[in-house]
């Protein structure tokens, strides 16, 4: 167990739709980060936050936004789906604002199927 | 541009044998960490192994040790003495010091471990 929850560990909606996923960082961590697991894709990085403020940004779709609060958990917004955006969605945490040695510890994900 | 390459989809190994799980890298950065993490089937991500750029030794975990060829841009995962429990997806990972920190993940090798 890393310490990230994520919640809820399965989605299934409709093409359209919107959803949010939810994640909780390991006590201590300051930086939450999301990832897109998909067959086609592999691991894609989609966006970090530290401390409440974007710190970086991947290849994240416009349809997407994330957000990270004061209590350091962080939410993903995905919104208008799409069949592709069927994935796995990882949350990972990591103590400090993404230092070369910062080692990420990744939440369970959540899947996400788009119908 | 910065890249992994993995190039074993797939591989079988003996249990309790040492098996070699390759990585090579592209960036034309000085300063760059390493990370190796293991998804089982159950989904979750692992984190393994940590090897800096700047780190003269090699890094070990355990069962894992890093065998880094900075020369060769390749960071290959050794596990020593395999067991059933390492039947997984492996992912070699990146940091790279510039563009924002962000992570970059090879396309993984699926090692199977035989009795």
């Known amino acids: 167990d890393s310490g990230v929850t994520q919640t809820p560990k399965h989605l299934i909606t409709a093409t359209g739709q919107r959803v949010t996923l939810r994640c909780s960082p390991r006590s201590g961590d300051l930086s939450v980060y999301w990832y897109q697991q998909s067959l086609d894709q592999g691991l894609q990085f989609l966006i970090q936050?530290?401390?409440?403020?974007?710190?970086a940004k991947g290849n994240i779709l416009e349809r997407f936004s994330a957000q990270q609060f004061p209590d350091l958990h962080s939410e993903l917004n995905l919104s208008s789906l799409e069949l592709g955006d069927s994935a796995l969605y990882f949350c990972?945490?990591?103590?400090?604002?993404?230092?070369?040695?910062?080692?990420?510890?990744f939440g369970p994900g959540t899947r996400l199927t788009v119908l | 541009a910065q890249k992994i390459t993995q190039t074993q989809p797939g591989m079988f190994v003996q249990e309790k044998e040492a098996v070699t799980l390759d990585c090579t890298y592209d960036t034309s950065d000085q300063s760059y960490g390493l990370f190796w993490y293991k998804q089982p089937s159950s989904g979750e991500m692992i984190f393994l192994i940590y090897?800096?750029?700047?780190?003269?030794q090699n890094a070990t975990e355990g069962r894992y040790s890093l065998n880094f060829q900075k020369a060769r841009k390749s960071a290959n995962l050794v596990i020593s003495a395999s067991q059933l429990g390492d039947s997984a997806m492996y992912f070699c990972a990146m940091r790279p010091y510039t563009g924002g920190f962000k992570t970059i993940f090879g396309a993984g090798t699926r090692l199977f471990v035989k009795a």
């Open positions: 936050y530290y401390n409440g403020e974007e710190r």
């Open positions: 990972a945490s990591s103590v400090s604002r993404g230092r070369m040695a910062d080692t990420q510890y």
């Open positions: 090897q800096g750029s700047y780190d003269e």
